[in-house]
T-cell receptor, first 114, second 112 residues
Framework: AQSVTQPDIHITVSEGASLELRCNYS??????LFWYVQSPGQGLQLLLK??????LVQGIKGFEAEFKRSQSSFNLRKPSVHWSDAAEYFC????????????FGSGTQLTVLP | ETGVTQSPTHLIKTRGQQVTLRCSSQ?????VSWYQQALGQGPQFIFQ???????GRGNFPPRFSGLQFPNYSSELNVNALELDDSALYLC???????????FGSGTRLTVV
């Protein structure tokens, strides 16, 4: 069975500081990996996805993520956080070849201090 | 992204009642998935519809059912509501042969 673990429930960073959100997955085959962001009262917005190829993936809003197969990780990074990045972030894994039946982690709530 | 509309945005139901949640997708989005997101949790996959037929189901009982219509709208029906059904229900749709889902803003269901 596939699973996703986001070890950090809540992270607080200062505006302008760098950010790394951790994601570990368990999946028996080649996974499709995703990062979504959810602002209060909103649905999920796709930040980036990894299917194959270059293990460093660029996304929207200046985010990037690195796929490390040996560590079963897909950590999200941003070099300089903006106050508008405060939101909840979800890592998800899907079966190879499809984004259906995504399995999500429990999320990491990001607070940005001025 | 815009394009997926869910209604209503909020509703309150009594335990044992039935509820229908609606999702209106963009034209051409013939794949729709429904997710349940309990407070403080990540979304959990309920089921997916493709061309008006169920195309995959998560670990949810049969009292959770769905419909998809030719006009790219869909419904999630929940019978015999339980307190634990209180959650945000998200609809996500996509174009054929793509892996880019557009999520709606969800319906917040409270069961009392």
């Amino acid at each position: 069975a596939q699973s996703v673990t986001q070890p950090d429930i809540h992270i607080t960073v200062s505006e302008g500081a760098s950010l790394e959100l951790r994601c570990n997955y368990s999946y028996g085959a080649t996974p499709y990996l995703f990062w979504y962001v959810q602002s209060p009262g909103q649905g999920l917005q796709l930040l980036l996805k990894y299917f194959s190829g270059d293990t460093l993936v660029q996304g929207i809003k200046g985010f990037e993520a690195e796929f490390k197969r040996s560590q079963s990780s897909f950590n999200l990074r941003k070099p300089s956080v903006h106050w508008s990045d405060a939101a909840e972030y979800f890592c998800a894994v899907g079966p190879s070849g499809s984004a259906r039946q995504l399995t999500f982690g429990s999320g990491t709530q990001l607070t940005v201090l001025p | 992204e815009t394009g997926v509309t869910q209604s209503p945005t909020h509703l309150i139901k009594t335990r044992g009642q039935q509820v229908t949640l609606r999702c209106s997708s963009q034209s051409g989005h013939n794949t729709v998935s429904w997710y349940q997101q309990a407070l403080g949790q990540g979304p959990q996959f309920i089921f997916q519809y493709y061309r008006e037929e169920e195309n995959g189901r998560g670990n949810f009982p049969p009292r959770f059912s769905g419909l998809q219509f030719p006009n790219y709208s869909s419904e999630l029906n929940v019978n015999a509501l339980e307190l634990d059904d209180s959650a945000l229900y998200l609809c996500a749709s996509s174009l054929p042969a793509t892996d880019r889902y557009t999520f709606g803003s969800g319906t917040r269901l409270t069961v009392v």
